[in-house]
Every structure is written in C-alpha cells, then in structure tokens.
C-alpha cells in the first residue's frame, strides 16, 4: 500500500443514467401535456456525487459501468469538469430516467428503467481497477441500485476488498443491496428513514426509533450513520455524537439529487478532515444548494457557502 497516499475520491456507479428532466407549467395524468422546458443530464448517483464534490473544487474519479452506445455524453461531461474518468465500457446503452416536474405543485414523478448488463469479463476489469484506484485513494463512494444480473452481494464484496487497503467506503444503496453491504461494515451508511425501516424491519414514526436504529448500526460496526429526512434536514451520528440538521430554506429547482449532494457534502468534509459537526453543516449546505439547482446540477461552491451559516445544528443524545 501506498503509505503517502492522499484524500482522493473515488465514486462508484454500477448502474449510470441519463436524466432526462421535463418540466411542465401544470402536468395532467391522462392527458395531453407540452413540454415547457427539458434538460438532459449525466446522472447515476455515483455520478452525481462526483458532480458535487467536484463543484467544491476537490479532484474526483468516476468508475463503474458504463455502456458505449451513449457514453459520449458523460465522456463530454466528464473532459469539461475535469472529473477523472476510469469507468469500465460495456456493451449495451446506458439507460435514460424520466423527471416529470410539475411546477404547478413542485412534485417530481420519476421514471426508472433497469439500466445496462455487463459480462463476467467485465467485472473482472471493474475490479482490477478498484483495486488500482484503492492504492492511491482513500474515500471510495458505492451508490446507487443495482444493474440487471448482478449479485445481490456485490457492494459487500467491493466493501471487503476495499477495507484490506483500508480505504472508508461510503455506502448509499438500498434493498437487499443495502442489506447485504452493511455486512461488510462499511466506513458509513446513508438510508432515508423508509430505506432504514425496510433494513431494521421495522416502523419508525418518532426521532427516538431512528436513534435507536442508529446506535445499533454504530454498534454493529458501522462508523457514521446519516438518515436522511428529506426537506426537514438530517439526523447524523457517530459513536461518541448525534446531532439534528435543519436546511436553510431556499426556492426549489428541484429535489432530484438532494440525497447525492448531502453524501458528497459528508465525503467533501471527510477528506478535509473535518469533524462531525462541521460534515453535517457542510453536507447539508450543499444538499440545499443542489436543491436549488434545476436537474442534478451542482450548487457552486461559492453557493455552499452563502448556506452555511443558515444552517441549525441540534446536538441530540445517542
């Protein structure tokens, strides 16, 4: 292992997208509807978070599958921003999700299709490369859901190899893939509270059931536990501190990403070694800044800045 290694970046994307985002004065279910504004976006959760943390000046590689049908546009994307570009190239295209925004009520109807398929060759390339990146890199980013054909296992395996390098694996999936990952006790977990219910079995209608969900993770082994709580902030915790974040308000764009950018925010603060209080002001500045964004684009860092001192930081019992 590299023992001078820095803070470097890695985000994974097994599953990238392209959002398609349509944005209509008023949308009617069953009938004719026009298209007011439309944007295309290279997407993927992996992919979005790289979008963040490079917005906040911090180099960042990409990895993961990508299909060469329709790979140009990230490529594009990727040689702009100066995003480091290691994704493995796969047959196939990559899939293309469809936001439906309605500005009438700023609700957000999304659309998902299944994504690419990839060959045993092609996994052995993805993780020749991990391996490669995990000995000059010290964050690694697993996110997102699963493409058709892969193991319901395969974050917990990625987590099991990573760790040997000791790279801190940020894990945001959910389902069975969330399940199986945090068996491998990753770095940390970010669920939203309907992902952390599905995983403890369990309601959670008060703050003290979430707490309580989040002690037994930390206890488990897991490092840091972020529960996302939508637009009323996030609940964030670690062994020895549990604190509750409230957003600034600011005018929506849109919400599709807010849960990336909180993530890439909580990674940004990681690698400048930041403590948990300031990872949760930033993470939650940046979060809001991308909401004000349309699409999946980043706030600016300069935006993230403006937020930060608007953001409230209750320190709670865990």
Known sequence: MNMLKQARIVTVTLNPALDQTMYFSQFNIGQVNRVGKERLDPAGKGVNVAKVIKSL??????????GRENSRIFEEYFQTHQIHDQFIRVDGANRINTKIVDESNKQVTEINFPGIKYSASDLEKLECKMEQLAEESQIFVLSGSLPEGATIGIYREFIEVLKQYHCKVFLDTSGGALEEGIKAKPFAIKPNVYELEQLMGYSMEH???????????????????????GEKGALV??????????PPDVQIGSTV????????????????????????????????ASVAKPGTQAGTLRDVEKLLPHVIIKEVKV
């Open 57 to 66: 000046d911090q180099e960042v590689t990409v990895t993961g599958f990508l």
């Open 207 to 229: 703050e003290r059931d979430i707490l309580g969900a989040i002690n037994t993770l930390i206890a488990e082994g897991i490092n840091k536990v972020i529960v996302s709580l």
């Open 237 to 246: 915790a670690d062994g020895s501190k549990g604190l509750i974040v409230t």
């Open 257 to 288: 990403g807010a849960g990336d950018a909180l993530v890439a925010g909580l990674v940004f603060g990681e690698a400048k070694g930041m403590p948990l209080e300031e990872q949760a002001r930033w993470a939650t500045a940046v979060a809001a």
